[in-house]
């Protein structure tokens, strides 16, 4: 253990350690301090007002651009925020959905290119997806998309425009949607986890869950195959509230559906590729039907329902890829 030394620890050094330093010695160095400091200061306000006039224009050409796309889909459905709300965010989503799984649908459907291979999780699984059962996956999820997602998304807007959610061509400030993202990812690990969580009660799993959970080894598309009644309540409940709470204008949900698709779809994707979020969690629950009920790992760590998964190889292997080698390569020894 380190010990704090006194004065008379030190050897002597020709130096009283308690002497005054002179007058004229403590006047040059507060003058020494005060050049210092100000230079510091001088270097910190210039890169500041340079790094913000750089960070405004950046903002201002992005913001511009991002304006621009908006105001294409609010004038689509005449400037009506109601539509807007609903059926420009039915849009939005299946649009960003159905171009995000465009790739994954290509490597599940033809197993190519083979490189991917080597990221595969269940390296036996799937390689490529039977016919059938991505038809199955794809009708699913499209029947969710439209059938439940449609009236969904109606009763969404309404209460967004009770709640005074704007839909209007003024978009939000970068530090607003960045601050409301927050609220959205503490209201889907929590609603997400419980529902999820309640969904694996014997009472609900074979009733409504256990169709979901016929992949064991997941792909990309199968993420939305799920019973209509859990799509509503534990899918698309836990990623409109947090807007709803927020109070938020409709491109922040969007661009929070956007987060939240890539993230579903990579979630199941089967894959644990580099320089993504480790998919090894979501995978070894669809393996093993225990577990790892959260979207972040928050509530399943504080719960203890992570205690298995902790355990298993795939933990070991649950980390960020830096590099272009796979987890299963990487002989990774996490702590518990």
């Known amino acids: 253990m380190a010990t704090h030394k006194t004065a008379d620890a030190y050897p002597a050094t020709g130096m009283e350690v308690n002497k005054a330093p002179e007058r004229g010695s403590m006047a040059g160095s507060i003058r020494m301090l005060v050049v210092i400091t100000t230079s510091i200061l001088v270097v910190v306000i210039a890169a500041k007002n ?9 903002l ?3 913001g511009c651009f991002w304006t621009r796309q908006y105001e294409v889909i609010y004038n689509l459905f005449g400037g009506n925020e109601f539509l807007i709300l609903s059926l420009g965010t039915l849009l939005v989503s299946t649009v960003v959905y159905w171009t995000l799984a465009s790739g994954c649908l290509f490597v599940d459907a033809t197993g190519k290119p083979s490189w991917i291979h080597k990221y595969k999780i269940q390296q036996d699984k799937n390689i490529p997806v039977d016919p059938a059962l991505l038809r199955q996956a794809v009708t699913g999820t ?11 998304l109606l009763v969404c ?5 009770m709640r005074g959610c704007s839909a209007s061509t003024r978009l939000p400030e970068f530090h607003s949607v960045l601050l409301e993202m927050l609220v959205f990812l503490a209201v889907e690990e929590i609603g997400f986890y419980y529902l999820h969580r309640l969904f694996h009660h014997s009472f609900f799993y074979k009733r409504f869950h256990k169709r979901h959970h016929e992949y064991t080894a997941p792909f990309a598309v199968s ?9 509503a309540v534990a899918n698309l409940a836990p990623m409109a509230a947090g807007p709803l709470i927020a109070g938020s ?6 661009f929070w559906l956007t987060i939240g698709t890539f993230s579903s779809l990579l979630a199941h994707s089967g894959y644990h590729l580099p320089f993504l979020p480790s998919t090894e969690a979501h995978d070894f629950h669809h393996l093993k039907f225990v577990n790892n009920f959260g979207a972040l790992g928050i509530l399943d760590r504080l719960h203890g329902t992570d205690a298995i998964f902790r355990q298993s190889q795939n933990f070991q292997r649950d980390v960020l890829l830096t590099g272009f080698t796979p987890a299963s390569e990487l002989g990774t020894a996490k702590g518990n």
């Open 142 to 152: 499209l029947f969710n998309q439209f059938a439940v997602g449609l009236p969904f």
């Open 50 to 58: 340079s790094l913000t006039w750089l960070l405004d224009q950046f």
């Open 249 to 254: 204008h409709v491109a922040t949900t969007w």
């Open 157 to 161: 807007a309404w209460l967004s425009r």
């Open 60 to 62: 201002l050409a992005s």
């Open 223 to 231: 993420n939305f195959d799920v019973h209509w009644l859990e799509h």
